[in-house]
Every structure is written in C-alpha cells, then in structure tokens.
C-alpha cells in the first residue's frame, strides 16, 4: 500500500508556472505507474498527465501538451508536475495517483489504485 501527499498548489496569474508535488510513502515507488488528474467544480475528473515506473515514458492530455511536464524521481519517492504558461481553464484540484498494475501508465482513473488528497491550483485572469 502507498499513502500520496500532493502540495505545490496554489493561486497564479494567467501565464506563470507552479510545481506541484506528490511524495508517496512505502519503499516500492518504482513499481508504480503515476498519474496526475484534476477536477474542476461541475466537472468530472480529467487526466492531465501520466509517467511509468521506470519515469522514462510520459503521456499528457491534449490541453497540457507543450505546457505541463510530468516527472518522476524514485530515490525520492516524488513526481512532480511542473505546469506553465497557465490558463484560467486550468483552475481545479489536481490529484496524483498511483498505478500498480499498468507499467506505462493509463489515463483512465479507474486504472488507479492509490490517489492523494488534491491540492487546489487557481489560475486568475
């Protein structure tokens, strides 16, 4: 079992940057795949991004491709998203979870075993 702790959130002009953070517990970090995905009010969860065990192979929504990168660091138990040039329409709760079946990641949030708590993002314009 994993405990996932995000932080990083916060409240951003249109077009600055925040890193979001998602420290897992437990000594098997590196054999979870890892998402991140946000809920905005009224709406159904989204992927946003995703990243293997490994940290090698990403995958991104269309609408945060160019803008967010996912990372992974196993040595530290932490995968970050690092999200700039921000929109309004990127203001909701954004969620890390963790994947111990898929090796590549899955954008599907049923995919998911272990999910954090949410850090609130709000983007102002």
């Known amino acids: 079992q994993v405990q996932l702790v995000e932080s990083g959130g916060g409240l951003v002009q249109a077009g600055g940057s925040l890193r979001l953070s998602c420290s897992a517990s437990?000594?098997?970090?590196?054999?979870?795949?890892m998402g991140w995905f946000r809920q905005a009010p009224g709406k159904e969860r989204e992927f946003v991004a995703s990243i293997s065990r490994s940290g090698v192979a990403t995958g991104y929504a269309n609408s945060v491709t160019g803008r967010f990168t996912i990372s992974k660091d196993n040595a530290k138990n932490t995968v970050y998203l690092q999200m700039n040039s921000l929109k309004p329409e990127d203001t909701a709760v954004y969620y890390c979870?963790?994947?111990?079946?898929?090796?590549?990641?899955?954008?599907?949030?049923?995919?998911?075993?272990?999910w954090g708590q949410g850090t609130q993002v709000t983007v102002s314009s």
């Open positions: 979870a963790a994947d111990a079946d898929t090796r590549y990641g899955s954008a599907r949030p049923n995919d998911y075993d272990y």
């Open positions: 437990g000594r098997t970090f590196s054999s979870y795949a």
